[in-house]
């Protein structure tokens, strides 16, 4: 089936029910009241992580990769809201498939927000993402170009942008998942190369897991669309000088747990002992408008 | 901000991490900026309530490519152990040694470590003063420095791909070491970096610890660790200021582990090798 545009905007004006409660929830801090299972009394705190996975790392198995665990450690640390992926997304090639368990698995648990995997290397991806928007309702897609093989500048990554700002959703690209130093010998992928980003940026977009330096940095903060997580920004005051270099509005909180030790990210942004404004956009704000658009 | 288990932005209460009294293994500030850098890390040391840090200082015999501060260091050689008098309840301090250079890294044992402050040795893992740890250079001053009864810190990284530097050290050429001086208690840095394949390395030597610090936050690493070596072969590093508190007290805290062996981690098996408790 081929997949237009215009299907793609027929399956947004769709928009399943619980798109509408998700939203509202967000924009009212009352995600933990949704939820059918004993997130109730949350909302003393509203940490919005745009930046987890599910399902089984295919390297290790983490502490966390149980769907429950991690909803409930979320949840201690005060994080009522997260965006989703799925580790499956990375080395699997039945996307629909996967796509399928995360939206099923996301519905049991309303607090996450299921972000589908698409890899625009495979014949049909347009179906896919057309998947994602019409059957599951997501809001936006998660992609990790080092290990499906693509550059930033592949005209079918251009059209995918295209594609998915149409349909009103935002697309997350993974620049790391992990170090290059620690990855298996027989599989290793350099970082994603985020410089065609600087020409190829339409739409909502976020950057995760990136340790931003140098020029490229700069030339990105300079694009209003770019966002970025924190998940992996290092140094003790690493998070303070990142909010020096790109404005505010565009950073947002991500632990890219259960990869990476939630409390990790946490520590590191108290540790930068951040006005109350800026920590306000960081933890809530930022993502709640980037979600909604 | 605090959340629900009584947990402030992921961190233990502080009257928890006070009891589990903290000591860091591994604090690098530059020889370039120390005050700077000291300044840098002061929150995280305060809200992580670090009671001790260790540093280790560049004492003039060539573990540096900065011709000018070496002989800053020659010339000055109080300069060597000034942030220990500036910070005395704060700082311990280790030295660099040159293992190119091992009369001069014999001298500077005495100097520093029998008539001196210094604790222990730091082995870098790259720059003009570094070896692969298997080096025959290595023995003779492994030698004195367990006769001295110091404390040895080896970079070590298992690097996908292969060493980096002429330098680098791996986990498995320690574990060739520490057999070779089973009296000798030596610290694996970084668990090796790839952690999975350093535990591993060092498991069945019992005088090597590894320390924490390094790499990303990565998830289930303090509990192979335990598993593997048990929890008093573990001693925390921050790798301050370079990297973060979130980073490295993170992988403590955010372990599931029993408190025994969250303190042994986190400042009591360190204590018991300085000869501190």
Redesign the interface.
């Known amino acids: 089936m081929k997949f237009c545009h215009e299907e793609i905007g027929q399956a947004t004006r769709g928009m399943m029910k619980r798109r509408t409660l998700i939203q509202s929830a967000i924009a009212t801090g009352t995600v933990a009241t949704l939820s059918p299972s004993a997130w109730a009394n949350?909302t003393?705190?509203d940490i919005i992580d745009t930046n987890v996975s599910l399902f089984r790392w295919p390297f290790?198995?983490?502490?966390?990769d149980e769907t429950e665990l991690l909803v409930t450690k979320l949840?201690?640390?005060?994080i009522t809201a997260a965006f989703a992926g799925s580790f499956e997304g990375i080395l699997q090639r039945d996307i629909s498939s996967l796509n399928n368990r995360l939206a099923s698995e996301c519905a049991d648990f309303t607090q996450l927000i299921p972000i589908g995997s698409i890899n625009p290397n495979l014949h049909g991806w347009e179906d896919d993402l057309k998947q994602c928007v019409g059957d599951h309702d997501m809001r936006g897609i998660r992609l990790h170009p080092n290990y499906h093989g693509y550059e930033l500048d592949n005209p079918r990554f251009v059209k995918l942008l295209n594609l998915v700002a149409d349909a009103k959703l935002f697309v997350q690209i993974a620049a790391v998942i992990e170090?290059?130093?620690?990855?298996?010998?027989q599989l290793?992928v350099a970082d994603v190369d985020l410089t065609p980003l600087i020409e190829n940026h339409v739409g909502r977009i976020q950057i995760l897991n990136w340790r931003p330096r140098g020029k490229l940095v700069e030339a990105l903060a300079g694009i209003p669309n770019i966002h970025f997580d924190v998940s992996?920004v290092?140094?003790?005051?690493?998070v303070a000088a990142l909010l020096k270099t790109i404005p505010e509005s565009r950073i947002m909180f991500g632990t890219h747990?259960?990869?990476?030790?939630?409390?990790?990210?946490?520590?590191?942004?108290?540790?930068s002992?951040l006005p109350a404004s800026s920590?306000s956009l960081l933890m809530n704000k930022n993502a709640k408008n980037f979600l909604t658009g | 901000m605090s959340d629900h288990d009584g947990t402030s932005f992921g961190l233990p209460p502080a009257e928890q991490l006070k009891s589990d009294r903290v000591w860091d293994s591994y604090f690098l500030p530059s020889y370039k900026d120390f005050e700077g850098d000291m300044k840098r890390s002061q929150r995280a040391i305060e809200i992580g309530n670090i009671e001790k840090l260790c540093y280790f200082a560049h004492v003039g015999i060539g573990t540096t490519t900065d011709a000018a501060f070496e002989k800053s260091r020659q010339e000055n050689p109080d300069s060597v152990s000034a942030p220990l008098k500036r910070w005395p309840d704060k700082l311990l301090g280790m030295i660099n040694l040159n293992t190119n250079d091992v009369s001069t890294s014999l001298d500077a044992l005495n100097r520093w470590i029998r008539d001196g402050q210094m604790l222990g040795v730091y082995f870098a893992g790259g720059g003009p003063g570094s070896l692969p740890c298997t080096h025959k250079n290595f023995d003779p001053l492994i030698e004195r420095i367990a006769e001295l009864k110091a404390v040895i810190m080896q970079h070590t990284w298992h690097v996908t791909g292969g060493k980096t530097s002429p330098g680098h050290s791996l986990p498995s050429e320690l574990a060739e070491v520490a057999a070779r001086f089973p009296k000798q208690q030596f610290i694996c840095a970084h668990a090796g970096g790839e952690w999975e394949k350093g535990i591993r390395a060092v498991r069945d030597s019992p005088n090597i610890l590894v320390e924490t610090s390094g790499f990303d936050a990565t998830a289930g690493f303090i509990e192979m660790a335990v598993r593997e070596l048990g929890p008093e072969r573990i001693v925390f590093g921050s790798h301050l200021p370079s990297r973060s508190l979130g980073t490295e007290l993170g992988k403590i805290v955010g372990a599931s582990l029993p408190d025994e062996s969250r303190k042994l981690i986190l400042g009591g098996n360190y204590r018991r090798l300085l000869r501190r408790e």
């Open positions: 949350e003393e705190l290790r198995r983490l502490p966390l949840r201690s640390l005060g170090d290059v130093r620690t990855q298996p010998d290793r992996r290092d140094q003790t005051d690493g747990a259960p990869f990476l030790i939630p409390e990790a990210s946490l520590i590191r942004v108290h540790e002992d920590l």
